[in-house]
Each structure stands twice: as C-alpha cells, then as structure tokens.
C-alpha cells in the first residue's frame, strides 16, 4: 500500500460536498502527487478501502443530520489508515455559527464512533435550496483548498 494512495468518499444533496471533495483532491494531486479516487456513496456506497492508506469521509448537513450513506460509511474498520472528516453545512460557513457546527456535527457524532480517530477535521459552509433556488450560500471554495493544504502537509509528514 503506497502513502499517497487517498480515497474520499462524500455524499451531498446541493453539490457542496462534491465540489468540497474535487478541491481537496485536486490540491492532493497538484501539491502533493498524492494518487486520488473520488467516490460518491450514493454511486458507491462500499468502496474497497484495503488499497488506500488515507481514507477522508464527507458529508452535508441537512435538518441538523449527516447524511444517511456518509453516516454509515463510519462503522468501516480504518485501522492502519489516516481518516479525516469534512462536511459543508451552512451553519459552518457562518463565523457566528462555526464552532457551534464543529460540535454539533464533528466532535458529537465522531463520539458515537470511538474507532474513529481523525488525524484532521473541517466543517465547511453549505448551500440550502428551496424549490430550486438558492435560499443560502457559505460556501467558499478557498477555505477549502487551505484547509486541504494543511492536511496534505500533515499526511506527508505522518
């Protein structure tokens, strides 16, 4: 199994955490010559994690839950392997509402998950649409990108 050989598996409703999952990859690829497989559970909901040394899991929020698949994919064995979380809810991309989200959807559900131990996590904003339209938009692409920087330079290291 080769370091650099990273998976991210995400779930999203909006198309945040996709686009979420894209960045980080791309700045694995680019910065880092990480190899990257991108799955979406809802695609692929059991991928084969044997063949990967990093295993980064996203998820959205909606109605203050993780999505179903993401949820699931937690009950996985990653011993050996380097996880990291990330999801995008609006609250996250809210300064006023971020530490709040890290708590509420980072540090409360990974303790129904003790095997889980994250080497990195992030919360990031999300996009909330009604009828087709965008009601609210957190989203920025650039703290993304650093936050997958800084996770990159931490796998490199580990």
């Known amino acids: 199994m080769n370091e650099k050989n990273t998976i991210i598996v ?5 198309g945040v955490t996709g686009e979420s999952a894209n960045i980080i990859a791309k700045v694995l690829r680019e910065k880092y010559g990480f190899s990257v497989d991108v799955v979406n559970l809802k695609e692929q909901s059991k991928p084969k994690l044997s063949e990967y040394e ?5 998820s959205g929020i909606r109605m203050g839950r ?7 994919f937690l009950k996985n064995n990653f011993e050996g392997k380097n996880v990291v979380i990330f999801l995008s809810a609006c609250s996250a991309g809210d300064p006023k509402g971020h530490d709040e989200a890290v708590t ?14 994250p080497v990195a996590m992030g919360a ?33 290291r580990s």
Not at 10 to 14: F, G, H, P, Q
Not at 54 to 58: L, Q
Not at 104 to 117: E, Q
Request: positive net charge; aromatic residues 14%; charged residues 35%.
């Open 54 to 58: 990093n295993v980064f899991i996203g």
């Open 124 to 156: 990031f904003g999300g996009r909330m649409k009604m009828f087709g339209k965008v009601q609210t938009d957190t989203c920025d692409p650039d703290k993304v990108r650093v936050w997958a920087e800084e996770v990159g330079k931490k796998l490199v």
């Open 10 to 14: 995400y779930e999203t409703r909006s």
């Open 104 to 117: 509420k959807y980072l540090d409360n559900v990974l303790a129904k998950y003790p095997h889980v131990k």
């Open 66 to 72: 993780w999505y179903g698949k993401s949820k699931k």
